[in-house]
């Protein structure tokens, strides 16, 4: 499964020092994504994706957010420096599930 679409770069509350940047997947993916995906995850019930971001491609894991009911996709350092991309920008996200 590959997705596509336009999402806001958001720091995480709980870790605003850290500076830990996500996009959060639309409601309808993620609900996708947790039909696909259905049974007992490893930890906190990531998925295993292959992210992109402009030029900038990376392997990660996705998380469920219960706050947001969506999955979340962490947007590394490294990534956010070379596309020129900060919190509260919008990005082109594309997502690939892997290791299903």
Known sequence: MIVV???ELWVWD????ET????????DISE???EITGGP???FGAVRVQAGIGGSKWQTSIFPDAKRGAYVL???KAVR????????DAAKVTVELIDL
Do not use: M, N, Y
């Open 5 to 7: 679409f336009d999402a």
């Open 14 to 17: 709980a870790r605003r020092g």
């Open 20 to 27: 830990w940047t996500f996009v959060s997947l639309p409601q």
């Open 32 to 34: 996708e994504i947790r």
């Open 41 to 43: 995850r490893r930890g």
């Open 74 to 76: 962490p947007v590394k």
């Open 81 to 88: 420096k070379a596309e020129g991309i900060e919190e509260g």
